[in-house]
């Protein structure tokens, strides 16, 4: 176990303290500042220094309810080590309830590490992964699916590296999408530069989902319980883990004619090889296309858009191995199977 010490910002939250502050990134065009809401919980006692994200697209608020419950429940008499929460990384996106920072429409999840030379997301980034991120062992960033879209809880996590998948199946999500993600993203590039980071992918945008916002909370615990910053908490495995490394084992469906869209699957997202996913009629109802499942498989992610296009995405499909799909069809079954991506 190792010495508690004090997490450096500018000023400084030494051990056994919470300090919920605001920290600078930016100016507004009116001279006000751009700040961060931020919550150090430094532990009395010495540890892994963990951080969260939530708010990296503006729009998607799951994690940012998930950051206000994290940032209250934890007291730093019992935490070993330290969390670092940012409510709310792209406060310009939030402000206007969308994806990007304003007028140019900046990714800040793709502007990582940034550079204080750069355009206003670049220096966003670097102020943001500077003072916060880089001192940290481990993170969680926290995002929904976009607008239009909702996705099965689910973790993106690089498995082909060791730290990283400890982390991942730590988390305990039942689904992990393998794979590194985009150059400029915060887990890139925090990834690499060794702090092992992945993404947690909850629901829709715009909305707070309680039970999604619950699992999250497990999954916090389940992480800081691994790591040790919660020496006598249990860590939490799910009953089933899929873990998609392939492209061949995930398709996004598209939509081969114009019309409307109407799913056709009951209630859970498990279809099999040549079951109807959803049917697109013309406006006449005269004609009726029907989309069949190319193999067996979950669901995870839906398109809530109910017209489309030719080459529109209509929904997102990974397959599941035989041993997963009995051990889904129990959990149906027995009542126990809780994944609604459309919830
Ligand atoms: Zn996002």
Same mark, same amino acid.
């Given at each position: 176990?190792?010495?508690?010490?004090?997490?450096?910002?500018?000023?400084?939250?030494?051990?056994?303290?919470?300090?919920?502050?605001?920290?600078?990134?930016?100016?507004?065009?009116?001279?006000?500042?751009?700040?961060?809401?931020?919550?150090?919980?430094?532990?009395?006692?010495?540890?892994?220094?963990?951080?969260?994200?939530?708010?990296?697209?503006?729009?998607?608020?799951?994690?940012?309810?998930?950051?206000?419950?994290?940032?209250?429940?934890?007291?730093?008499?019992?935490?070993?080590?330290?969390?670092?929460?940012?409510?709310?990384?792209?406060?310009?996106?939030?402000?206007?309830?969308?994806?990007?920072?304003?007028?140019?429409?900046?990714?800040?999840?793709?502007?990582?590490?940034?550079?204080?030379?750069?355009?206003?997301?670049?220096?966003?980034?670097?102020?943001?992964?500077?003072?916060?991120?880089?001192?940290?062992?481990?993170?969680?960033?926290?995002?929904?699916?976009?607008?239009?879209?909702?996705?099965?809880?689910?973790?993106?996590?690089?498995?082909?590296?060791?730290?990283?998948?400890?982390?991942?199946?730590?988390?305990?999500?039942? @689904?992990?999408?393998?794979?590194? +993600?985009?150059? %400029?993203?915060? =887990?890139? &590039?925090?990834?690499?530069?060794?702090?092992?980071? /992945?993404?947690?992918?909850?629901?829709?945008?715009?909305?707070?989902?309680?039970?999604?916002?619950?699992?999250?909370?497990?999954?916090?615990?389940?992480?800081?319980?691994?790591?040790?910053? @919660?020496?006598?908490?249990?860590? +939490?495995?799910? %009953?089933?883990? =899929?873990? &998609?490394?392939?492209?061949?084992?995930?398709?996004? /469906?598209?939509?081969?004619?114009?019309?409307?869209?109407?799913?056709?699957?009951?209630?859970?997202?498990?279809?099999?090889?040549?079951?109807?996913?959803?049917?697109?009629?013309?406006?006449?109802?005269?004609?009726?296309?029907?989309?069949?499942?190319?193999?067996?498989?979950?669901?995870?992610?839906?398109?809530?858009?109910?017209?489309?296009?030719?080459?529109?995405?209509?929904?997102?499909?990974?397959?599941?191995?035989?041993?997963?799909?009995?051990?889904?069809?129990?959990?149906?079954?027995?009542?126990?199977?809780?994944?609604?991506?459309?919830?």
């Amino acid at each position: 176990m190792s010495d508690p010490k004090p997490f450096r910002y500018e000023a400084e939250v030494p051990p056994g303290q919470k300090r919920h502050l605001r920290y600078e990134i930016s100016e507004t065009y009116l001279g006000d500042p751009v700040e961060i809401p931020v919550t150090v919980i430094n532990g009395e006692h010495g540890g892994p220094t963990v951080f969260m994200t939530a708010a990296l697209h503006g729009d998607e608020l799951n994690g940012v309810k998930v950051l206000q419950e994290v940032a209250a429940r934890y007291d730093p008499t019992r935490i070993h080590g330290t969390v670092v929460c940012i409510h709310v990384a792209n406060v310009p996106g939030y402000l206007a309830q969308q994806r990007y920072i304003p007028i140019y429409d900046l990714d800040l999840n793709r502007s990582f590490p940034g550079r204080n030379s750069s355009n206003t997301a670049e220096r966003m980034a670097n102020q943001i992964y500077e003072r916060f991120i880089r001192p940290c062992d481990i993170g969680l960033d926290f995002h929904t699916s976009t607008r239009n879209r909702t996705t099965m809880y689910h973790v993106r996590a690089d498995m082909s590296r060791p730290d990283v998948a400890r982390l991942a199946r730590s988390y305990g999500s039942n @689904l992990i999408l393998s794979g590194e +993600a985009d150059a %400029g993203s915060l =887990r890139t &590039v925090a990834t690499n530069d060794g702090t092992p980071t /992945i993404t947690v992918e909850m629901g829709r945008a715009h909305r707070f989902q309680l039970p999604l916002i619950e699992r999250a909370m497990e999954g916090v615990d389940s992480v800081l319980a691994e790591y040790g910053l @919660l020496p006598n908490r249990p860590v +939490a495995w799910p %009953g089933w883990t =899929r873990i &998609v490394e392939n492209a061949s084992d995930k398709a996004w /469906i598209r939509a081969d004619t114009g019309g409307l869209v109407e799913m056709q699957y009951d209630g859970v997202p498990l279809v099999y090889e040549g079951d109807t996913i959803c049917t697109i009629s013309n406006h006449f109802k005269t004609r009726e296309k029907r989309v069949a499942a190319p193999f067996t498989g979950l669901i995870i992610g839906v398109l809530q858009n109910p017209v489309a296009a030719p080459g529109h995405p209509l929904c997102h499909l990974v397959s599941v191995d035989e041993k997963t799909l009995r051990e889904i069809e129990r959990e149906i079954e027995a009542g126990e199977f809780s994944e609604r991506p459309w919830s």
